[in-house]
Nanobody, 118 residues
């Protein structure tokens, strides 16, 4: 069972940047698909990015060209670099993992709050 801890959230002004980290423990993540989701108040949880074991990356249209996902398997950590942040990016950001063969994410972190406001 993988345990996940997100960090790096906070308050940032529009146009600013943050880097979220997702530290995994309990199992090596090198073979896992790692994803980021977010949930704004009153909204459904939204998938925003994922990175496969070989390093293939995918993004939701809402964050493409502004966000970048990366992984450091040696550190068992995944990152989400968020640039040009907008107020609509305000949400709780969650990291999740799944095995390559699974369609649904299996392990979730507790989330980290990102607030974009002037």
């Amino acid at each position: 069972q993988v345990r996940i801890l997100e960090s790096g959230g906070g308050l940032v002004q529009p146009g600013g940047s943050l880097r979220l980290s997702c530290a995994a423990s309990g199992n090596n993540i090198s073979s896992l698909v790692m994803g980021w989701y977010r949930q704004a108040p009153g909204e459904q949880r939204e998938w925003i990015s994922a990175i496969s074991s070989p390093g293939s990356k995918n993004y939701a249209d809402s964050v493409k060209a502004r966000f970048a996902i990366s992984r450091d398997n040696a550190r068992n950590t995944v990152y989400l670099q968020m640039n040009d942040l907008k107020p609509e990016d305000t949400a709780v950001y969650y990291c999740a993992t799944r095995r390559q063969t699974m369609a649904q994410y299996e392990c979730w972190g507790q989330g980290t709050q990102v607030t974009v406001s002037s």
